[in-house]
Nanobody, 113 residues
């Protein structure tokens, strides 16, 4: 499986962005997809995840109520709708799968006025 992220950019505090992650290859093997983020000098953290059936979602506490993870019907693309963005949401956002795929290049999200 390979993943490609897109949709990042520069947004003002309080704004919204929608990230997309397209998976290719043996997508029938994917049990779960998730979004991670990383800032310089820090470890990559799991932000949100969704099982392939779409029945179980996880959110880290800092994004609950602001981010929504979803998946398309083909179960090959996962989205992250990010609302009410804050400065501290600035990071490179990556997606990955379970079983894990090689990390993609990520997409930069910058929240700044």
């Amino acid at each position: 499986v390979r993943v490609v992220e897109s949709g990042g950019g520069l947004v003002q505090p309080g704004g919204s962005l929608r990230l997309s992650c397209a998976a290719s290859g043996s997508i029938d093997m994917i049990k779960q997809m998730g979004w991670y983020r990383q800032t310089p000098g820090n470890q990559r953290e799991l932000v949100a995840s969704i099982t392939s059936e779409g029945l179980t979602r996880y959110y880290v506490d800092s994004v609950k109520g602001r981010y929504t993870i979803s998946m398309d019907n083909a179960k090959s693309t996962v989205f992250l709708q990010m609302n009410s963005l804050k400065d501290e949401d600035t990071a490179v956002y990556y997606c990955n799968t379970a079983p894990p795929a090689p990390w993609g290049q990520g997409t930069q999200v910058t929240v700044s006025s």
